[in-house]
Every structure is written in C-alpha cells, then in structure tokens.
C-alpha cells in the first residue's frame, strides 16, 4: 500500500485529471468516483488532498461514509 505525505496528498486534488484523494486518521481514500467530491470538492466546505480528520469529527454524517471509498495508502507525518 502506498505511503503518502501531506505533500504528495495535496497533488491528489480531483483537478485537471488528477483524482480526488482524502485523508482520516492516518488512511487515504479515494473519493474520485464519489458525486460528493465533484472536481475535488464536497458541499463546498472541504477540498480533496487534504487530511479532513479534524474537518469530519465535526461533521454532521458519521465516518461510514468513508466505508464506501477504496483504501489507497497511509498518511504519514514529514
């Protein structure tokens, strides 16, 4: 499984091709074929390659929304 950094996540985007990687607690998703995440966006609140850990323990749905998206690596500290 591949290991990414904050840094490598970020190219991850869902633009101008790239797909649309998300990060929560430690493990990234692929969120490229979600409606939600059109162009790398959800509800206009949070944007694909970043790590929402923080973003979702305050969100108003519960993680098992991420038990629909493929795990595609880690997220590991620089």
């Not at 904050?6 to 490229?32: C, Q, T, W």
């Amino acid at each position: 499984m591949k290991r990414f950094s904050k840094e490598e996540l970020a190219r991850y985007n869902g633009k101008n091709g790239a797909p649309a990687y998300i990060a929560y607690k430690g493990k990234v998703y692929d969120a490229s074929n979600s409606f939600q995440w059109k162009n790398g966006r959800h509800q206009v609140l949070h944007n694909a390659g970043e790590d929402l850990t923080d973003a979702l323990e305050q969100a108003p749905h519960g993680t098992d929304m991420l038990e629909r998206l493929p795990v595609v690596g880690t997220l590991y500290e620089d």
